[in-house]
């Protein structure tokens, strides 16, 4: 199901053909919309990470040592 901006960009702009066959269709979804994390971006979410209301402690800290093993791969 494709909604939104998506929608708009899959039926506005690509060929029959390219709609026509899933995948390509997938690659062309990719290509438009792929995010790119970087470990820069990974150590720009854990400076912005606060733990929600609802969260556990721990299921907090796991999130910021997932984010954090992924900005300091070494």
Known sequence: MIEGQASEFVFAQLLTAVLSDYHELTT???RRYRVIE???SFAAKFSRRNQ????????????LKRLYDKAHKQ
């Open 52 to 63: 929600k209301h609802v969260e556990k402690a721990e299921d907090n800290t796991a999130e």
């Open 28 to 30: 062309e979804l990719t």
């Open 38 to 40: 970087t470990s820069r």
